[in-house]
Structure formats: structure tokens, C-alpha cells
């Protein structure tokens, strides 16, 4: 999801999607640890995405 996208969203769907994106990386970390994870390109996307949710929330805060 985009950022652009990011920002029709409401916050208690912000709030999902953080929530989300959270389980995310906490799932492919443990996968990572066991040595299962295969696509290594995930972890850096799982970030992105929490980042980008936290500066919709900040953009809104500060509004």
C-alpha cells in the first residue's frame, strides 16, 4: 500500500494497518531466526510499511 493510499484511510484503519504490518515483522523475524524465511526482501518491506503508517499518524497529529 502507498503512501498515497495511506492517507484516505481512518485512523482506526491506520491503527489495522500498523497492528498488521507489526505482526508481520514480528513473523518473518521468527521465521529468520529459525532459519526458515527464504525471501529476505521482506523484512526491509515490512519496515517501510510501519514507516510509512507512523508518518500518516504524525502528518495527522501535527494537523
Known amino acids: 500500500m502507498q503512501l498515497k493510499e495511506m492517507r484516505r484511510l ?3 484503519e491506520l491503527a489495522a494497518e500498523m ?3 507489526k505482526e508481520e515483522l514480528f513473523n518473518l523475524r521468527f521465521q529468520l531466526a529459525t532459519r526458515q524465511l527464504k525471501n529476505y526482501r521482506g523484512l526491509p518491506a515490512a519496515r517501510r510499511r510501519i514507516a ?9 497529529s501535527k494537523a
Not at 52 to 60: A, H, P
Open 10 to 12: 481512518s485512523d482506526e
Open 19 to 21: 497492528k498488521s504490518a
Open 52 to 60: 510509512r503508517v507512523l508518518t500518516v499518524m504524525g502528518e495527522r
